[in-house]
């Protein structure tokens, strides 16, 4: 028969060994909140078990609750730091009840019901395991293997605790006065150190995930406006086929050098981050915005009918017209030039469509700038004369 206290040694030393190398990863990589959040629960586990062996050699209230309470505080810490890695931001959702049923396992427990107090806390832990399990299989998008493995050995360990309260619940035995020890205490033993030691491995390939995804994030933005840049298009639009519902409008900022030569690099990146900020206003599903470089942008609509597409450039110049950065020289507004290109019947290329866009903006340029017009001979006047 395993030993207890040796079940619970190795789950000290298994999660102490865990937390100083997830702590060790988050010094490398700062960003990595979820990382540091993960080693702090795991210590706090691994306080818990320290304090849960002293309550079993020497059984007392004020231990017992000690150990519930860190039991609970510990799984909470790690349901956040995969709320934090999913992008989940209402933690009240989890720290409230959590804190709530910690406070009733206090109470009760401190009035003699160290049993109940067990079987709430088991239940406790119990849904935040689950609630950890439903996150990653609901809201992970990138590499569902690790994902759904996370899931998985999360169900499997709340199981394991919700066997240690179900086995105090139908024995009845809602006063202890000494540590439980059954035959679910001890699978849950083996089953906490064996899914600790998997789930460590697995942040880690979490965390090197993030960062790939960081990283190619990086790689496919524009700094300066958020914006994805020229090597997103590509890689998005580059082997794509347009059809006659696909379009890429082209814009251009109307005498942008010499906004730049007047009121300085300054106030260009400026203009720039404000058209950036008015084309982000007309994102939604099928329309992607690009910045190309300099003081040119791209953005390509999908399923729409030219006359659709031709009216939400349009409604986009207008909407620059109307903005005003402000200067050390005054107010200043810009206007911005606009050519549409479309897929054809047959299919076009991006190459294709973004050259017929081109020659488009060309002609606006020539036609007194300002507007937005398409080869086909749609045309307006100028933007601001649109609206």
């Not at 086929?241 to 300054?266: C, E, Q, W």
Request: glycine residues 10%; aromatic residues 10%; charged residues 15%.
């Amino acid at each position: 028969m395993l030993d207890f206290s040796s079940l619970l040694l190795a789950a000290a030393l298994s999660g102490t060994c865990l937390s100083v190398t997830m702590f060790v990863i988050w010094f490398t990589a700062p960003r990595a909140r979820f990382v540091l959040t993960v080693a702090c629960g795991i210590l706090v586990l691994v306080a818990h078990v320290i304090v849960f062996w002293r309550y079993t050699r020497e059984p007392s209230p004020l231990l017992c609750q000690a150990a519930l309470a860190l039991l609970s505080l510990g799984f909470l810490a790690l349901s956040l730091s995969a709320m934090q890695y999913l992008g989940v931001r209402n933690y009240s959702r989890a720290v409230l009840p959590a804190m709530f049923a910690i406070a009733v396992c206090a109470g009760v427990t401190y009035l003699g019901f160290d049993g109940v107090g067990f079987i709430l806390t088991y239940a406790t832990v119990t849904v935040l395991l689950a609630s950890i399990g439903v996150m990653f299989w609901i809201k992970g998008s990138q590499d569902r293997g690790i994902l759904l493995v996370v899931s998985a050995l999360s169900g499997v360990c709340g199981v394991s605790f919700g066997l240690c309260g179900a086995v105090l619940l139908v024995k009845g035995q809602w006063v202890l006065g000494v540590a439980p020890d059954n035959w679910a205490e001890r699978l849950n033993s083996v089953v906490a150190v064996a899914c600790m030691t998997a789930l460590g491995a697995l942040t880690l390939s979490l965390h090197h995930l993030q960062a790939q995804i960081e990283l190619k994030a990086e790689t496919l933005t524009d700094p300066l406006t958020g914006l994805m840049n020229r090597r997103a298009l590509n890689s998005l639009y580059g082997e794509r086929v347009f059809g006659p519902f696909m379009s890429v409008a082209m814009f251009d900022l109307d005498h942008f050098k010499r906004t730049n030569d007047i009121y300085g690099h300054p106030v260009g990146d400026r203009v720039l981050c404000r058209f950036a900020a008015v084309i982000k206003k007309y994102d939604r599903v099928g329309v992607d915005a690009f910045r190309l470089g300099g003081e040119e942008f791209a953005l390509v609509m999908s399923r729409m009918t030219e006359d659709k597409a031709y009216d939400l450039a349009s409604r986009i110049g207008v909407a620059f017209g109307t903005e005003v950065v402000p200067t050390p020289r005054g107010p200043l507004r810009s206007s911005v030039s606009g050519g549409i290109g479309f897929g054809k019947e047959d299919g076009s290329s991006l190459d294709e469509v973004l050259a017929e866009a081109d020659r488009a903006l060309y002609a606006a340029k020539n036609d007194g700038r300002n507007r937005v017009l398409v080869l086909n001979g749609k045309a307006d006047g100028p933007a601001l004369r649109s609206a």
